[in-house]
């Protein structure tokens, strides 16, 4: 089943603008990340923030997490028309019986118009 | 970090047939992980594949339809059964372990599969 819930399913700014994307999940997490998948093509790590940590920021990427409400955000400033794709957030956390496993939310589509 | 290429890239299959996937990591990998993306949705995990045991299957999903190997560290392999259209989806790898960068996971290219 999926951990976490999207929001929105779809996105579609102007270039330049910024986007902003949630994630909320269910349980307990090591960490949440967050990937860029292009046209159903491979998965691209993005950033990681732990559970422990309340923002992180590389380049035009900002995350902040809050695991008190057990959702985080992803805020992409600046878009570029080449930022077109889907975003997933994705918890990473221990599983019964042992071992890690990384559960995907919903995804994002996000369309960057010139 | 380590890379993982997984083959075939795509497929077409007709119903009733099965198709292996596999999977090699160019460094040892703790975990290995097999997802299912069905046209325009998420990934959602399939089984995780144990080295030198049986693979741990999600919910909903039965190791007769999805048999999964794990001979060793770097490799994996997961074979859809009895194919039917519904199976129409992309597949993916993924490893988890020392060298797997930043993220602890790394995935391979995906199989894109469509049952006629």
């Known amino acids: 089943s999926q951990q976490g819930e999207e929001d929105p399913q779809a996105l579609s700014i102007q270039e330049g603008e910024n986007a902003t994307m949630n994630c909320s999940y269910k349980t307990s997490i090591n960490n949440l990340q967050w990937y860029r998948q292009n046209s159903g093509r491979g998965l691209v790590h993005l950033i990681l923030i732990r559970s422990n940590e309340r923002e992180k920021h590389s380049g035009r990427l900002r995350v902040t997490l809050d695991t008190s409400k057990k959702s985080s955000s992803l805020l992409i400033t600046a878009s570029r028309a080449a930022d077109t794709a889907s975003y997933f957030c994705a918890t990473d956390a221990w599983r019964t019986g042992g071992g890690n496993k990384l559960t995907f939310g919903t995804g994002t589509q996000l369309k960057v118009e010139l | 970090s380590a890379v993982i290429s997984q083959k075939p890239s795509r497929d077409i299959c007709q119903r009733g047939t099965s198709l292996t996937i596999q999977c090699q990591v160019d460094?040892?990998?703790?975990?290995m992980f097999w997802y299912r993306q069905q046209p325009g949705q998420s990934l959602t995990l399939i089984a995780t594949?144990?080295?030198?045991?049986?693979?741990?299957?999600e919910s909903g999903f039965v190791i007769d339809k999805f048999p999964i190997s794990r001979p060793n560290l770097t490799f994996s392999t997961l074979t859809v059964s009895n194919m039917s259209p519904e199976d129409s989806s992309i597949y993916l790898c993924?490893?988890?372990?020392f060298g797997t960068g930043s993220s602890g996971y790394t995935f391979g290219s995906g199989t894109r599969l469509t049952v006629v």
């Open positions: 993924s490893g988890k372990g």
């Open positions: 460094s040892q990998v703790t975990m």
């Open positions: 594949a144990n080295q030198g045991s049986e693979a741990t299957y």
